[in-house]
């Protein structure tokens, strides 16, 4: 119950209850600006996002000449630059295998070479990094004795290229990042990178050494975003080094699929650029306005039979459409900033 003359009190002058009045107006007035342009706020900026990113500066001073060996059941798929500071182990995610991070060539005949998958591994040469590859055993990474398996495979490779006093890191996406992060609980890493991953870290005792954790994952995935701040804590409780990147979507213009994707080119990208504005698919802006997986882009672009397009670049596509979502894919857009972590762990 409200005390008597309490009404009185508050109301007993004009000058009392206008300013008042005036800042509540003023604060919601504020609120609802940010509400209406917080998109903006978050996504980056096209320019800051696109073209100050040099995306295919090491295809011209890296070449990829990978070594393809059979072992364990399993393809191995590596290279080794000249005087290399460090080793990386690579894991793909579901549905995916080595072959994702290497361009077709001589050596590797059956090598895919995705976009993002082998921007990486050009970095990671770049920067004197060797690079080894595994596919899994099934579609997805099994928990359990594949871990060992991969342990083994990875020592025996280091061991045959007399690389053993060298550092070794690890970067894996989404089902390659669960992975990692239990393989990096019984073999000796000097840093990790999980990608679009929060890891299993719920599931098993973190042991004292376990390395520096960088989480590189989409903040649009909430739940996974939730788990990633709680095993940050973790992490941090048991003095482990970790650290965050978020990766917000991207913006599509004309030429972004061609700068992207080695042998997509300029007048094909920007047709599909176009036939994406057609079908409603991106806004005025450029953003994707659904996941590019719910798109259904393939089945329409059958339709656009004036757009000739090299049906074997169809997964690339896909790749570089999830990217600019921004939900769940990999991505080599942090690469310096992913770099930068490991060598700045390399003891």
Known sequence: MLKRGYKSKAWSGPQNWRVPLLLLFLTLML????????????????SDVLKKQEWNRFDSV????????FRNGTDIIWQTPESPKAVLFLAHGCDCQAVNFWDQSPE???CVGLPEDR???LNALARQFAVITISSAGRCWQLNEEVLIVKNIINWWISERKLEKLPLVALGASSGGYFVSVLANI????SI???????KFGLMNIKKDYPPTLF??????????LKIDEYVNVLKDKRIDVDVIECLEIPLSPNTLADRIPRLGQTVSAGLFEFFQEKGFIDDKGYLKKDGRALNWKKALQEK????????????????LNLAFAYHEMTSVHSDKIFKWFESHIS
């Open 31 to 46: 609120v609802g600006l940010f509400l209406l342009f917080q998109d903006e706020f978050q996504r980056p900026n096209l």
């Open 62 to 69: 890296v070449q990829l000449h990978p070594t393809v060996e």
């Open 108 to 110: 590797c005949p059956n």
């Open 119 to 121: 921007l990486i591994v």
């Open 187 to 190: 073999m000796k890493f000097s």
């Open 193 to 199: 990178v999980l990608m679009i991953a929060e890891g």
């Open 216 to 225: 590189v994952h989409m903040p649009k995935d909430l739940y996974r975003q």
């Open 305 to 320: 039979k004036s757009l000739l397009l090299d049906k074997r670049l169809l997964p690339h596509i896909q790749e570089e």
